[in-house]
Each structure stands twice: as C-alpha cells, then as structure tokens.
C-alpha cells in the first residue's frame, strides 16, 4: 500500500510526514497494544473519539500519530509504499483504535465518506526497541495537558459552537472567566459549555428525528433559540441579584448551581419528550422557560447546605431550590414575621452530610407546614418562635394548642 508523504532525516533516522485514509488504517498500522511498548488501552478514551469523530466525521481533526516502521518500504515520487508487514504505534493508540473500530462498524455510505478522511502520521524508520520505548516516554512524560477550561474553548463541539455563538451575540465576553474553573465574579465559561452539552444530549433523540445528518445544528435558528432561552435565563437571573447586591450571588456563578438547574431542566425534558403527544422546538423552549420561571427566584430563606461538586450537591440544590420556589407564592409582608418558625423547620431536612433531601410525601409536609403557619400567622407570631422545640414532625396545631393550655393555665393560676 502507497502512503502520500514527505522524506526528512532525523538523526540517524529517516522519517516521512504523510497522511493515511481511515479506510487504510486497519491495514497499514498493528492496532493490537504492546504494553512493552505503549501503555494500555483506556477504552473510556477511545469511546470519546469515536463519538467525536462520529459527530464530525470529515471535519475531525487529529494532530499526527506517530509510528515506527520495521518493514520493506520503497519511496519514489513522494510516495512511501509498504511491501510487507505493518507499522507500530509510538504515539496514538488510542486515536487508531478509535478509527478501527468506526472502520470495522461502517458500511454503505458511511464507509463511503470514510474514504475521504485523512490522518496525519508520522513515521520514523528503523527504530531500535531500545529508541521506540524511549521516545514514547518522552513525548508522554514531557507532554503538557492544556486545561479542559482552555481547551474546550478551542473545540469544533456542538456545545462550543453554540456557547461562543451566545456569548458573541449577547456581547457578554467580559461577564465570562475564560481561564479558571472557579471565580468569585464572572460565569466559567467550561460551566457555560458543560450545561449546553447535558442539553443537547437530553434533546439528541428528538433533534436527530427531527433534522437530517447533514444539517448543521448550530446553524438551525429554532434549535439555537431552545440553548439561548436557557442561558438567557441563568444570565439575566444572576444579573438581578447582582443589582439587588445579594451576598448569596457568588452561589449562582457557581458550577454546582449552574448544574443543580441544568439537571433539573434535563429532567423535564425526558418526561416531555417521552410523551407520544406532538412536540416542537417551540413547545421544548416554552417548557425550559416555565421551568427557569419557577425554579429561579429570589432565595427568600438562605441556602446553608453542601457546596463541594458532586451528584449529591446537585440535588441538594435542585431540592432547596424547588422548596424556595414555594416560599415565593407568598408575598414578603406575609412570610417576615413568621420566617423564623418556617426557617428552623425547613432547616430540619439537611441530613448529617448538610445535604438538603427530603421524600415526595416530605415535601408535602413543608408545603403544608408554610401553608399552615401562614394561615394561623396571627397566633404563630404570638409564639416565642426561638424557644420552640421543631422538628419534622412538628404541627403548627399541636404549637397553637400547646399555647392555647398554657394560656388556661396561666388563666386558672392567676
């Protein structure tokens, strides 16, 4: 087989940069791992290539493999031709077991678009076991990863694509943090992306159905109309307790809040869209709005739970969030005199870890216990609120009751 390439020498070495079809690679290149000489196969890696290749397929783009040859070659004409045998991995195995595989699961028209994407190689001739290992350390010691925070940003991904588009459009490029995970001012734009991917692959089964492989997504108005509704929404909120100069702003930049409401949107999206009645872009931007409407409000009693990025975080939020949302149908004047009772009850469903959880029947009863207080707020702000033993299984009518006893008996006695 004949490989387009240029000749150069390297040291001792004579090297070829060149390019390799997808369709070739399986024939060309050993794709079995020789722990003796690259390490092994992380097969979660290879499951993220092949998933980007196959969302970009003749727009991917790799940085060159790197390879060894021991085998009979001729070149002429700029091209190297391998008589016999096939050449080794120095650096990329992970790149050509991804190809193989989509190689080795492609056929008709998919093969057929295969024939037209190329892979940079570069290949080294003659290569000691010795100098093959060595280089291979060299290159993956020495190599520095650059921050997914940075890279993301450089990336054809659908979800950059849209998360750049947005961030342009609305003219917020100074309201972003580009370079770290964390800040205490501006949104993480990785935050930002990470978000938009969780709602594209919720929204993937519909959109596929919907568009055909050749339409390019982020070009599609409507569909980038469902990500800019979402994003406005988050934007606009934090906006507002920025102006109302709220110490708990610093929370809603957060990647924990920006995901505790992404994966609350999600799911309401999966139990739409499982539903066999008509749906549209248009239906799924509505029902992300309502969502958002209802889910980002201002925090009428402070959130005190855990903070630290992981699933358990995202749900505590998601759940405070969703009892807060019940908070607001009362008006300010309504809840002030009796949000001391109503906070220490609420306060009772964070567990050990300070994760706040409740079940759905839980939930039920905070709903009614505010319900409660405030149609009883007369007498409840009669309470001495502070020295009142609450827990879960507090009844704001055993409270009253309890008052109403002690009243008599203050009655009888004087």
Same mark, same amino acid.
């Given at each position: 087989?004949?490989?387009?390439?240029?000749?150069?020498?390297?040291?001792?070495?004579?090297?070829?940069?060149?390019?390799?079809?997808?369709?070739?690679?399986?024939?060309?290149?050993?794709?079995?791992?020789?722990?003796?000489?690259?390490?092994?196969?992380?097969?979660?890696?290879?499951?993220?290539?092949?998933?980007?290749?196959?969302?970009?397929?003749?727009?991917?783009?790799?940085?060159?493999?790197?390879?060894?040859?021991?085998?009979?070659?001729?070149?002429?004409?700029?091209?190297?031709?391998?008589?016999?045998?096939?050449?080794?991995?120095?650096?990329?195995?992970?790149?050509?077991?991804?190809?193989?595989?989509?190689?080795?699961?492609?056929?008709?028209?998919?093969?057929?678009?295969?024939?037209?994407?190329?892979?940079?190689?570069?290949?080294?001739?003659?290569?000691?076991?010795?100098?093959?290992?060595?280089?291979?350390?060299?290159?993956?010691?020495?190599?520095?990863?650059?921050?997914?925070?940075?890279?993301?940003?450089?990336?054809?991904?659908?979800?950059?694509?849209?998360?750049?588009?947005?961030?342009?459009?609305?003219?917020?490029?100074?309201?972003?943090?580009?370079?770290?995970?964390?800040?205490?001012?501006?949104?993480?734009?990785?935050?930002?992306?990470?978000?938009?991917?969780?709602?594209?692959?919720?929204?993937?089964? &519909?959109? #596929?159905?919907? +568009?055909?492989? /050749?339409?390019?997504?982020?070009?599609?108005? =409507?569909?980038?109309?469902? $990500? *800019?509704?979402?994003?406005?929404?988050?934007?606009?909120?934090?906006?507002?307790?920025?102006?109302?100069?709220?110490?708990?702003?610093?929370?809603?930049?957060?990647?924990?809040?920006?995901?505790?409401?992404?994966?609350?949107?999600?799911?309401?999206?999966?139990?739409?869209?499982?539903?066999?009645?008509?749906?549209?872009?248009?239906?799924?931007?509505?029902?992300?709005?309502?969502?958002?409407?209802?889910?980002?409000?201002?925090?009428?009693?402070?959130?005190?739970?855990?903070?630290?990025?992981?699933?358990?975080?995202?749900?505590?939020?998601?759940?405070?969030?969703?009892?807060?949302?019940?908070?607001?149908?009362?008006?300010?004047?309504?809840?002030?005199?009796?949000?001391?009772?109503?906070?220490? &009850?609420? #306060?009772?469903? +964070?567990?050990? /870890?300070?994760?706040?959880?409740?079940?759905? =029947?839980?939930?039920?009863? $905070? *709903?009614?216990?505010?319900?409660?207080?405030?149609?009883?707020?007369?007498?409840?702000?009669?309470?001495?609120?502070?020295?009142?033993?609450?827990?879960?299984?507090?009844?704001?009518?055993?409270?009253?009751?309890?008052?109403?006893?002690?009243?008599?008996?203050?009655?009888?006695?004087?």
């Amino acid at each position: 087989m004949k490989i387009n390439a240029l000749k150069y020498e390297w040291q001792e070495y004579t090297c070829y940069i060149g390019i390799i079809n997808y369709i070739d690679v399986l024939n060309l290149i050993n794709v079995d791992s020789d722990l003796s000489m690259n390490r092994e196969i992380n097969s979660s890696n290879v499951k993220e290539i092949i998933k980007y290749i196959k969302s970009e397929l003749e727009g991917s783009f790799f940085p060159p493999v790197i390879l060894s040859c021991n085998v009979q070659t001729e070149f002429d004409s700029n091209q190297l031709k391998i008589l016999d045998g096939q050449l080794t991995i120095i650096d990329g195995q992970h790149r050509i077991k991804a190809i193989g595989e989509i190689i080795e699961e492609s056929e008709g028209d998919k093969r057929q678009k295969l024939n037209k994407v190329v892979l940079p190689v570069l290949i080294i001739e003659g290569l000691e076991s010795s100098k093959h290992r060595e280089l291979f350390n060299m290159i993956n010691d020495n190599a520095k990863t650059v921050d997914s925070n940075i890279s993301v940003r450089f990336s054809s991904t659908l979800e950059n694509i849209l998360g750049l588009k947005y961030v342009k459009m609305k003219g917020i490029k100074s309201e972003i943090e580009w370079e770290v995970k964390q800040s205490k001012s501006k949104v993480v734009y990785l935050h930002i992306v990470e978000s938009i991917k969780d709602l594209t692959s919720t929204l993937s089964e &519909f959109t #596929e159905s919907l +568009y055909s492989q /050749e339409t390019l997504l982020y070009d599609q108005e =409507d569909y980038y109309l469902v $990500i *800019e509704s979402f994003l406005d929404s988050i934007f606009e909120y934090i906006l507002k307790e920025r102006e109302l100069d709220n110490p708990k702003e610093n929370l809603f930049k957060k990647k924990v809040f920006i995901r505790a409401v992404t994966d609350e949107v999600c799911e309401k999206l999966k139990l739409f869209l499982q539903r066999e009645d008509e749906k549209d872009l248009g239906l799924i931007k509505a029902l992300i709005e309502e969502t958002l409407s209802t889910l980002l409000k201002e925090f009428v009693i402070s959130y005190r739970g855990v903070k630290t990025v992981k699933e358990s975080t995202y749900i505590s939020i998601r759940k405070f969030l969703r009892v807060n949302s019940t908070l607001t149908e009362y008006t300010h004047e309504e809840l002030e005199p009796i949000l001391p009772i109503i906070t220490r &009850f609420v #306060e009772q469903y +964070y567990n050990r /870890e300070n994760e706040f959880t409740y079940s759905q =029947d839980e939930f039920n009863n $905070i *709903e009614k216990f505010i319900k409660d207080v405030n149609e009883h707020k007369e007498e409840v702000i009669k309470l001495d609120q502070s020295s009142l033993s609450i827990t879960k299984d507090t009844l704001i009518d055993e409270l009253l009751e309890l008052q109403r006893e002690e009243q008599v008996e203050d009655e009888v006695t004087n």
